[in-house]
């Protein structure tokens, strides 16, 4: 495990073997001193508890090793369009209490980003829509104001701090991502989760180069200061890679390792997959994970069915519109655009991706999903059935009924969300 400078990025990444405590701080001071913080006003982006991560190490780390010399250090949590974290939260995240953050790191704040009070948010440019069509070779063509939280403007370097995972909206998360959708306003939330769906979760998650990534990588020039990342490779909650620099060098360095260990090659696809997404994901929003990163692997004609006792609602932040709605494929909105014109972008996008892949007839009006999802959760079948999903009872659902059925064409996956599973039949 070789620690690497190109440029002004400093990292280190393993398959293999995983960074210790020491080498993870030995990486971050060498990291920090080349980005020049002393004497600056600085503002580190995190995320939320719905990214695995080691921030109770990150966090500690960090303050140690930038309080001595920056003139101001605060943290703000890239929640997108999450529900604000309570304090008891936070405590969690960060690995320490209020009382011993303000014993150990004073005057540090840690803040939750508001994506939907204006007040909280400053519009710092426009995509223009020419440059939108041809960096997404016309797949979407408008102009995509670019909103972020106005905090940003009380700081003088700004520094992103989290993990790289494939994801279904950018191909992969991490980088600028943490700007756009993490601290971002409704607008460019809507513009780019729309373009991801348009796309569709199949050609976008696990690729390193994508149209959202490309929009949000442009939305960035226009960030009117330093943006700079320490990203992160988090592989069975330990850290295996660690890359300091400027955002993009650090994101692309970090989607490399991350596509070698966080993507599964299977030979055959399964016919049926019981897919448990992990606790951390309180609501189907955010537990969707666990249909996006199996769907690649899954016969034409099968099933994912989503196995989570603990999920008792669909969205906590958006669940009134997801009850209208409903989840569909892609084209059930592309070819009916005027009747769903008042529907949010990043609603949309979210439906078409549970969904997954498929045909709409509108003569026939017959939608035709590629594969079926069906809840397994403490969401009632009553409300599965209007929004357009199927339902289990959980309650019937034996596990061990599952396990060790690959030859049958049964797949189990633990902690559903992390991991992706593509067809490779050269496995």
Not at 178 to 202: K, Q
């Amino acid at each position: 495990m070789a620690t690497r400078a190109l440029g002004d990025l400093i990292g280190s990444g393993s398959r293999q073997i995983a960074l210790t405590d020491e080498q993870t701080r030995d990486l971050l001071s060498e990291g920090l001193q080349r980005l020049n913080l002393a004497g600056k006003r600085v503002l580190i982006i995190i995320p939320d508890s719905t990214r695995s991560a080691p921030l109770p190490l990150m966090y500690r780390l960090l303050c140690e090793l930038t309080l001595p010399s920056v003139k101001r250090l605060d943290f703000l949590i890239a929640l997108g369009t999450h529900q604000p974290m309570p304090d008891d939260a936070i405590e969690r995240l960060v690995g320490m209490s209020a009382s011993e953050r303000a014993l150990r790191t004073p005057g540090v704040k840690i803040l939750n980003h508001t994506w939907d009070e204006p007040k909280t948010l400053e519009t710092i440019g426009t995509v223009p829509a020419s440059d939108v069509a041809e960096i997404t070779g016309g797949i979407l063509a408008e102009d995509v104001p670019v909103t972020l939280n106005r905090a940003i403007l009380d700081y003088d370097h700004l520094l992103i701090c989290g993990p790289v995972f494939p994801h279904e909206v950018a191909g992969f998360s991490g980088g600028a991502k943490y700007l756009f959708p993490g601290i971002a306003g409704a607008d460019i939330i809507n513009s780019t989760h729309w373009l991801g769906a348009l796309v569709t979760n199949m050609d976008t998650i696990g690729v390193k180069d994508t149209p959202v990534r490309r929009v949000i990588h442009r939305a960035a020039q226009l960030v009117p200061r330093p943006v700079d990342a320490i990203s992160m490779v988090v592989h069975n909650s330990q850290l295996h890679g660690l890359f300091i620099g400027d955002h993009e060098s650090s994101w692309a360095a970090a989607a490399d390792l991350s596509g070698q260990m966080e993507i599964i090659r299977v030979a055959h696809p399964f016919k049926r997959v019981l897919s448990m997404p992990a606790t951390r994901y309180d609501d189907l929003w955010t537990a969707a994970k666990a249909m996006y990163k199996t769907e690649p692997a899954i016969v034409d004609g099968g099933e994912v069915v989503i196995y989570a006792p603990h999920l008792t609602e669909v969205s906590y932040t958006h669940g009134k519109l997801i009850d209208e709605t409903g989840y569909h494929v892609r084209d059930y909105f592309l070819k009916q655009a005027e009747r769903f014109a008042h529907v949010p972008g990043m609603i949309k996008a979210h439906s078409t991706h549970v969904k997954g892949s498929g045909t709409y007839d509108a003569t026939t009006g017959i939608e035709s999903p590629r594969i079926k999802v069906t809840l397994a959760t403490a969401i009632p079948r009553e409300r599965c059935e209007r929004i357009n999903l199927g339902f289990m009872d959980y309650r019937e659902i034996e596990v061990s009924d599952w396990e060790n059925q690959e030859d049958l064409g049964l797949l189990v996956v633990r902690n559903a969300g992390e991991m992706l599973y593509r067809l490779d039949p050269s496995t």
